[in-house]
């Protein structure tokens, strides 16, 4: 069967990429396929967020750069709540430039992604190289990596279609073992490919923003779909909520946030399961 109509434990003990296995472990042990964008500019508010809703995500999704009070001790605190609460981290950094440069975006200024991010994506606009630049760094890693490339976007008027889309997944079948799926709103099998480009043992995993309750869009092109519709009927793996757990008000409520991480695990795990029931 289509990765999505297997279980996320099925997929783990196949798969071969070790942050990808990493993943669907966990998703699988701690029934979640949440991740939660902790889209703050405060360290504290970084925290607090993440010590509320650590026991319901299989991954914490970062934009490192927006913290306003950021230090070395931030990164290396992250690192020690992913191994205590068992999830994973993403790095949400989008690299899109010339190999040379995104291998030292990623592995060096201030941040040294690489050393702390099992996950990060990159837009497949440069080409291949983009893919190869990171993989120099990653693949080198001792550390379990892996690389998602920008599929689709969620935003309204979007360029990630059509034929951008088919080139994303056409680049990534030729570095399976680095690139592990797409963020992307829909799955990816049947894009741009013959039957002969699908191996057995082909599984990208799916990770979807845009996930919203209870609101359409926001004022800035953010559109949202419910869970149902983004894992039961377009056969995404992974919800990646941002503002519909944390809020948008200047100040965090951690019950609010915490109420709100259970509610979206919960959507999140019945659509799954209403999935591959089916
Ligand atoms: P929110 O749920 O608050 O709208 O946040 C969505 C998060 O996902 C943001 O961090 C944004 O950068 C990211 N994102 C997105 O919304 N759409 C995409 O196509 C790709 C993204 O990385």
Same mark, same amino acid.
């Given at each position: ?64 750069? *927006? ?6 001790? +931030?990164? /290396? ?6 191994? $205590?609460?068992? &999830? #994973? %981290? ?92 797409? *963020? ?6 049947? +894009?741009? /490919? ?6 057995? $043992?082909?599984? &990208? #995993? %799916? ?72």
């Amino acid at each position: 069967p289509a990765p999505h109509l297997q279980s996320y434990k099925d997929r783990a003990d196949r798969h071969t990429n070790l942050a990808a296995r990493a993943l669907l472990r966990c998703m699988d042990a701690k029934k979640t396929n949440l991740a939660v964008s902790v889209d703050v500019t405060r360290t504290k508010d970084f925290f607090d967020i993440i010590e509320a809703v650590a026991p319901y995500v299989c991954l914490i999704k970062t934009h490192i750069d *927006i913290l306003e009070d950021w230090e070395p001790s +931030v990164t /290396a605190k992250l690192q020690m709540l992913a191994s $205590e609460h068992n &999830f #994973l %981290i993403f790095e949400d950094r989008k690299f899109a430039d010339i190999g040379n440069t995104v291998a030292l975006q990623y592995s060096s200024g201030i941040y040294k992604i690489s050393d702390w991010a099992h996950i990060v994506n990159a837009h497949p606009v440069p080409g291949p190289s983009v893919i190869t630049g990171l993989a120099s760094v990653g693949m080198k890693s001792k550390e379990t990596r892996g690389l998602l490339l920008l599929a689709e976007m969620s935003t309204k008027g979007a360029l990630t279609t059509g034929n951008y889309t088919v080139d994303a997944v056409r680049m990534a079948r030729q570095y399976r073992e680095f690139v592990i799926g797409f *963020i992307a709103q829909r799955r990816m099998e049947g +894009v741009g /490919a013959s039957e002969t480009d699908i191996t057995a $043992e082909e599984d &990208f #995993l %799916i990770l979807a923003p845009g996930v919203g309750l209870d609101a359409k869009g926001d004022a800035m092109g953010q559109q949202y779909r419910t869970p149902t519709e983004v894992v039961t009927e377009c056969g995404c793996d992974v919800i990646i909520v941002g503002r519909g757990i944390i809020g948008t008000g200047r100040d965090i409520d951690v019950e609010v946030v915490k109420r709100q991480a259970q509610r979206y695990q919960a959507a999140g795990w019945e659509a799954y399961e209403n999935r591959v029931a089916r």
